[in-house]
């Protein structure tokens, strides 16, 4: 599956950002999917997943309560929306896709988009 992240940006500290993962697959609702950043100097980390027809849903505690991830199997896209921005938030953003079982770890996610700057400022 190829993914293609949009949305990323500069944004002030407390912004909103909304990001986009355009995904091409036959069968998108196959795949769990995952939101991951990766901060200069720090290793990707996994902020957010969605199970495969949406409903089920787990974040990283540092975003919790301010991003929410969403799917449209209809369209074959997956969102995140991030409100009350941190600069802490500054990252590259990756969207990624889980075909196995198991979602909740790096480990899991076998194809990623080339990612999206967040950056904001404070």
């Known amino acids: 599956v190829q993914l293609i992240e949009s949305g990323g940006g500069l944004v002030q500290a407390g912004g909103s950002l909304r990001l986009s993962c355009t995904a091409s697959?036959?069968?998108?609702?196959?795949?769990?999917m995952g939101w991951f950043r990766q901060a200069p100097g720090k290793e990707r980390e996994l902020i957010a997943g969605?199970?495969?027809?949406?409903?089920?849903?787990f974040y990283e505690d540092s975003v919790k309560g301010r991003f929410t991830i969403s799917r449209d199997n209809a369209k074959n896209m997956l969102y995140l929306q991030m409100n009350s921005l941190k600069p802490e938030d500054t990252a590259v953003y990756s969207c990624?896709?889980?075909?196995?079982?198991?979602?909740?770890?790096?480990?899991?996610?076998?194809?990623w988009g080339q990612g999206t700057q967040v950056t904001v400022s404070s």
């Open positions: 969605i199970y495969k027809t949406g409903g089920l849903s």
């Open positions: 990624a896709a889980a075909l196995g079982s198991s979602w909740a770890y790096l480990e899991d996610y076998e194809s």
């Open positions: 697959a036959p069968a998108f609702s196959s795949y769990h």
